[in-house]
């Protein structure tokens, strides 16, 4: 799993952001990949742990777990 910090995220919205600890692309966040790992909502600056999949525009996180 990778690293990363939150960015933001809009739980109204239902999307945001993760930046990666190794400098690499920000992640999209879905609301839907939240709810799968069993996660409400994010906080801005929180450390999560993910897994990442080819989105129509970049990286999205799929699994999350919070550190």
Not at 17 to 24: A, C, K, N, T
Request: avoid cysteine; aromatic fraction near 8%.
């Amino acid at each position: 799993m990778i690293k990363g910090t939150v960015k933001w995220f809009n739980k109204t919205k239902g999307y945001g952001f993760i930046s990666p600890e190794d400098g690499s692309k920000d992640v999209f966040v879905h609301i839907s990949a939240l709810e799968a790992s069993g996660i409400d909502s994010l906080n801005e600056d929180q450390v999560v742990s993910m897994e990442t999949e080819a989105g129509q525009k970049g990286p999205q996180a799929t699994k999350i777990a919070v550190d």
